[in-house]
């Protein structure tokens, strides 16, 4: 089993800056890939970013250029830096781990979630 514990969500306003992070912990030999992934009001939850144990990094088209996945293997740490944000990325953010095979993630954990949320 794995656990994601994530944290560094809040309100911020249209323009600013947040970064969340998600510790893992457990059992983490089957993951080979992480990532983050969001619920907006009322909508169905979607894939942000996504990162591979090599570093290859993966984007929606809605956040390229203004959102950043990073990992830290020694702290077992993924991070997702948001910039420029807007109202509309307001959701609850998850983090996830899985795997990453034939171009395609799968993920099979997940954490709380956080909330974060932009005020125009």
């Known amino acids: 089993q794995v656990q994601l514990v994530e944290s560094g969500g809040g309100l911020v306003q249209a323009g600013g800056s947040l970064r969340l992070s998600c510790a893992a912990s457990?059992?983490?030999?089957?993951?080979?890939?992480m990532g983050w992934y969001r619920q907006p009001p009322g909508k169905q939850r979607e894939l942000v970013a996504g990162i591979t144990s090599d570093g290859s990094t993966h984007y929606v088209d809605f956040v390229k250029g203004r959102f950043t996945i990073s990992r830290d293997n020694a702290k077992n740490t993924v991070y997702l830096q948001m910039n420029s944000l807007k109202p509309e990325d307001t959701a609850v953010y998850y983090c996830?781990?899985?795997?990453?095979?034939?171009?395609?993630?799968?993920?099979?954990?997940w954490g709380q979630g956080t909330q974060v949320t932009v005020s125009s």
């Open positions: 996830s781990a899985g795997t990453y095979y034939s171009s395609k993630f799968t993920f099979n954990y």
């Open positions: 457990g059992s983490r030999f089957s993951i080979n890939a």
